[in-house]
């Protein structure tokens, strides 16, 4: 029997850091770059990528979604290691059935997603890309200089206070933000400890000057912001959205932006990726877009790829992941 591999399912737009990953697979498995595409797949696509998979013991996912038909065709699969700490591409249930251990890499990417967290946030207070666009490409310059504001003295609202959040926190602290947060499975002794004080999300909503989300992808948090909770947001807040795209409700927030019932938003997900060319998000007013790059650093996908192939690597040689998911 062929000896098992493992694929590094990356793209141009989504690279995977080879040399790190190849190196904690040095000795355990042949590691091979696969293109599989982030979208869903018709059936005749996945027969196709199954074919290029086959014999794979395991897959380094960056691009791509594991399915339960596309597990079925993918007898050698051991272990899905998640190139992120977000595990929404995988059917998590389907790889349990069939005893493929799926991790990920929590915290891999924080210092990568909260520099773009103030990143959007600098930008939507000082008005920076409307500023720059002005002054390149209309060669103004007085015309362009906007008159903003400061991140100073405003109450920051963390929506989950994961490894993310708590180093978002320590940020918005050194610039003088009151910080806020919630989330159910962090006491409220642990946010306190960070300096944050705890609230319930509708009390956050309604406090907070700048709203950044930090919660999973789950049943329980899709749409989470929606047309109720914008409601409950001060009218000249901005939302900031670096997590999953399906927190927010485009159509609603979109919708609040256009009635002047919010001041601002800056995501870099969106709900379904890529994204909907007709999404009522293309052209609201205050809108900041970035295309799903908060973790597109080259220190983060260093790490990020050496500490999910590692476990790829423990997980072949029979060992116990350091970033399981799931038990098999």
């Known amino acids: 029997m062929p000896a098992p591999w493992v694929a590094l399912t990356g793209i141009a737009d989504l690279p995977i850091a080879e040399p790190p990953a190849r190196q904690a697979l040095d000795g355990v498995a042949e590691a091979r770059v696969i293109g599989l595409p982030y979208k869903p797949l018709k059936a005749d696509e996945e027969a196709h990528w199954a074919g290029e998979l086959q014999g794979a013991g395991g897959i380094l996912l960056r691009s791509g979604y594991i399915t339960a038909s596309l597990l079925d065709r993918l007898p050698d699969l051991k272990i899905v290691a998640v190139h992120g700490a977000g595990v929404d591409p995988v ?6 059935a069939r005893g493929v251990q799926v991790t990920n890499a929590p915290g891999a990417n924080a210092n990568a997603v909260a520099e773009l967290v103030f990143g959007l946030m600098l930008a939507h207070v000082r008005q920076i890309p409307a500023s720059a666009h002005k002054a390149m490409a209309e060669k103004a310059w007085d015309a362009a200089r906007h008159t903003g504001g400061e991140l100073r003295g405003r ?109 601002g938003a800056a995501l870099d997900v969106l709900d379904g990726e890529p994204p909907d060319p007709a999404s009522p998000i293309y052209g609201a007013p205050n809108m900041l877009l970035t295309p799903h790059m908060a973790g597109s650093t080259f220190e983060c996908l260093d790490a990020i790829a050496a500490t999910t192939a590692a476990d790829i690597a423990r997980a072949l040689k029979g060992e116990q992941p350091v970033h399981p998911v799931n038990k098999v």
């Open 91 to 96: 059917d998590i249930e389907a790889c349990t």
């Open 155 to 263: 109450a920051l609202g963390l929506v989950g206070f994961g490894q993310i959040g708590k180093r978002v926190a320590t940020i918005a602290q050194a610039f003088g933000m009151t910080v806020i947060a919630s989330d159910p499975v962090v006491s409220d002794a642990d946010m306190q400890t960070a300096g944050v004080q705890p609230m319930q999300l509708n009390d956050l909503l309604a406090a907070s000057d700048m709203v950044s989300l930090h919660a999973p992808a789950i049943p329980a948090t899709r749409h989470m912001i929606n047309a109720k909770s914008i409601a409950l947001m001060k009218s000249d807040a901005c939302l900031i959205n670096c997590a999953r795209g399906a927190l927010v409700d485009e159509v609603a927030l979109a919708a609040a932006l256009r009635a002047g019932q919010l001041g």
